[in-house]
Each structure stands twice: as C-alpha cells, then as structure tokens.
C-alpha cells in the first residue's frame, strides 16, 4: 500500500474490528476466507479430539498438545473470523486484544501458581483434624 | 487533529498523507461502535478468565464425588463443537451476505445460524439435567460448581446470542440494510465469534484436558 511517486505509504483509515477490507461487494469475495478458517478450525478440533484417544504418541506429551492446538485454533478464528489482523490499519483493534490476553494470562497464571504453592504448603487434612481434638 | 488537516489543506492535499493518526480526524461511526464493543468484549474474555482460573484451581476438588473423568461424554461434546463451529461460519455467510445487500444469502445465513445456536443450546441443557440426574449437580463438589459456572456462563451467553441474533433478523427484515442496523450486525458477529473462541478454550480445558490420560 504505497504511492507510486513518493512511495509513502498512503493512509486508508482504521478498519472497525470485524470488517475486512475487501476487494467488492460480492458474497462469493469473501467466503474463501471463511472456507479457510472453517476447514483449519475443523483440523485443528478432530486433531485434538483424536489425540485424546490415541496411544498412538507418549501419553505426557497431549495435555501439551492439546493447549497449542487450542491456542492455534483461537488464532485462526481471530484472523479468519474476526478479522483482527496485523495490517496496519487493525493496529488499535490488536493492542486492545494483547491488553485482554495480557490480563487473562496473569489472571490464570498468576491463580494456578498461588493455588499450588497454598495447596503444597497446607497441613494435610487428617492432621489438621487431629489438632483440633 | 484540525491543525494537521489544515496544514493539509494548505499543501493544496496533492501529496498522499503519510500514516500518521491525525489524517481525517474522528474515526467513522462505524469504527467507533464496533470498537466500543470489541473492548466490552474483552472484558467478557477477561470475566471468563476468571472463570476459567478458578475451574483449574478447583477441578481436583472433588469431594469423593465424580471427577470429570467419569462424567464426561466426548462424542455429546464433539456434537456441540460441531454445532457452534458451523454456525460460526454460517454467521460470517451471514455477514457477506448483509454487505452484499442479499437477502437469501443473509436470512439463510442467519437462520442456520439461529438453528446451530439452538441445537447446542438443546444439547448442552440435556447434559446438564443428566449431570444433574446422576446426582452431579452444582452443589455435589466445588468442582462441580466451578464447572456448572463456566460452562453455564458460556451457554447463558449463547442463549443472549440467539436472542440478539433473532433481533437482528427482525430488525432488517423490518428497517432494512441501513447504517445503523447494519453497525448492530456487525457487534452481533463480533458476539458470535468471540463466542466460538471461548468454546475452543471450554472444550480443551474442561472436556479434553478433564478425560486426558
């Protein structure tokens, strides 16, 4: 996206999240995108779904597997689906996206460390009765 | 933002504008809304996270009660997974089809999304009042009840999302593709989808991570 005499970049304006800078109006234009995204999102759901059954791979290895897959998938339905990009013209709609993720990461990180370290350090519950005897 | 449009002006608005913020000054109606929205729904992402942290911290909990492990029916799962990926799709056909001004694609794309909405909504409600038969109800273990608030907070969204849905339906059937409906349209997609993204999250975390070895 440049001038073709000076070659700066020409400025469009900012894209509302969702919509999609397309080439017309035509419902065929768009649908290749959506086609895209169902058939990875679909891959990606029958993967996991199949790996939880399988034996096929070391059994430690899935619940890792089955988190990236997961992470994977939201990014295609973010992209496909949602449009949100990494055109320049989506940049407020991304930094407002990191700043969710940001907080949902600390939010479950930050719980899950805390609630083991507690669980971990509390007295067993048989010698907690016993000390209130 | 008006000196830098004036400055413009004055340069005779030949030169292409460079992508600086200050070209054009208030951002369309269009982009207001729906950003507006985009931000309320990361904040539903974020109260999910909060949901989502206390199902991990309390999925052990079980109080010699069932875990999910035994609770758990994948190919019930799988069917609702189903359901909420098509329609998502469905909505985007929908979505098309409203830029594009056509009404087969649109009220098609709507309805089949309305009746996917529907199917899962059907389908996660005979699971729950089967949980709750079995004697798996909320108030059986915390994390039973860390379980039925995630995912009943999910489905309580998705019924909002089918009433929103048939709002919408109602609303260009009676007003027709104007700008105002059609920014509401868009919100309703960015509901949807968002929606779809936190399935992929509650099916990994609750039900594939729950029956994984």
Known sequence: MSDDKTGLPVYEGDIAPGDERADGTEVAEGLRGYLI?????????????????????????????????????????????????????????????IFGI?????????????????????????RLMQMQR | MSAATTDLAFAGGTLPVPAVHAEGGVASKRIVTAYGFWVFLLSDVIMFGAFFATYVVLVDMTAGGPSGKELFNLSMVALETACLLLSSFTCGVASLGARARNNSWYYGGMIATAILGAAFLLLELRDFSNLVAQGAGPSRSAFLSAYFALVGCHGVHVTMGVLFLLTMIAQVYAKGYRPDILRRLLCFGLFWHTLDIIWVGIFTVVYLLGVAP
Do not use: C, K
């Open chain 1, 37 to 97: 995204g169902l058939a990875l999102s679909v891959a990606a759901t029958v993967v996991a779904f199949y790996l939880v059954g399988t034996t096929l791979i070391w059994q430690p290895s899935i619940p890792a597997a089955l988190i990236v897959l997961a992470i994977a998938q939201m990014g295609v339905h973010i992209v496909f689906f949602l449009h949100i990009t990494t055109r320049p013209d989506s940049v407020n709609n991304v930094m407002a996206l």
């Open chain 1, 102 to 126: 940001f907080v949902v990461f600390v939010l479950i990180v930050g719980s899950v460390w805390i609630m083991t370290h507690l669980n971990h350090n509390m007295i067993p519950m048989e």
